[in-house]
């Protein structure tokens, strides 16, 4: 997102300078005016729009809160229940601080990997994961399978000891990393080495189902969201492009052939 610029000298933007100078386009502009997020402050006898320095922070909040990933639908509510512009935006900025630090933590996570790899040393799942903390995506996993479902593996997670977190992130980065030399090979999803990895992970997943064993619909349902959700499938990319989508199709594979 780009910050936009100084207007004309009655501080009003006309539609194609305000995209022009928000990065964006006026078919989009337009868009949120159908939907009543960008209302222009007025219209011109010859029918063009015109937006004022109102408009330019509610476009602002509209572009900081789609990078954020939310809908336009929720960004209506979000704005049709502000009143005070200063506050909405010290709310906005508090939350890219968080972005910020989850950012920074991120990085520091990763150089610690790249450092061990380009030395030769064996990763260990304790710092990989030093920075990431499973109740950040509580509100997510309610909404998707339920309350008792984020309960149950929360109350797993919470009673292993250090030693068995460490064991069982080991042994996703593991798995994750064979996946990924399989793409390199060339090997297709269902060659019997994918398919022992892909019995492997299997296995793993039981562990944190509290020993269920999932069907074979969830088990496909899963490998799914490898490709289809973004922070999942950076974890196995990150081996080989396309391993997400091997891991997929493994897992489909592996469903039809194994699983009820």
Request: proline content about 2%.
């Amino acid at each position: 997102m780009k910050v936009v610029g100084a207007g004309s000298h009655n501080d009003e933007w006309s539609i194609q300078d305000l995209a022009k100078a928000a990065g964006t386009t006026s078919r989009t502009l337009r868009h949120y005016g159908q939907l009543g997020l960008l209302p222009p402050c007025r219209i011109g006898a010859n029918g063009y729009r015109y937006y004022d320095e109102r408009s330019l922070v509610r476009l602002q909040r509209i572009l900081l809160l789609r990078e954020l990933g939310v809908s336009l639908p929720v960004i209506g509510e979000i704005l049709a229940g502000e009143r005070d512009a200063v506050t909405a935006l010290r709310a906005q900025l508090d939350l890219l601080r968080q972005e910020q630090d989850r950012i920074h933590r991120r990085i520091v996570s990763v150089h610690t990997t790249l450092d061990k790899l380009e030395r030769g040393e064996r990763l260990v799942a304790a710092e990989v994961f030093e920075e990431f903390d499973h109740t950040q995506y509580k509100d997510e996993v309610t909404e998707r399978w339920g309350k008792d479902a984020y309960e149950s593996a929360d109350r797993w997670w919470r009673s292993l000891s250090a030693m068995e977190k460490q064991a069982f992130q080991q042994t996703q980065l593991d798995i994750a990393a064979a996946f990924g030399r399989a793409r390199k090979a060339g090997l297709a999803p269902d060659s019997p080495e994918v398919q022992e990895v892909t019995a492997r992970h299997y296995v793993w997943m039981t562990g944190s189902w509290q020993g269920r064993r999932p069907g074979a619909q969830e088990f496909t349902n899963l490998g799914e969201m490898y490709v289809a959700d973004q922070r999942f499938g950076a974890n196995y990319d990150v081996h080989a492009e396309g391993t997400a989508e091997l891991i997929r199709d493994a897992m489909r594979i592996y469903a039809e052939n194994n699983l009820e």
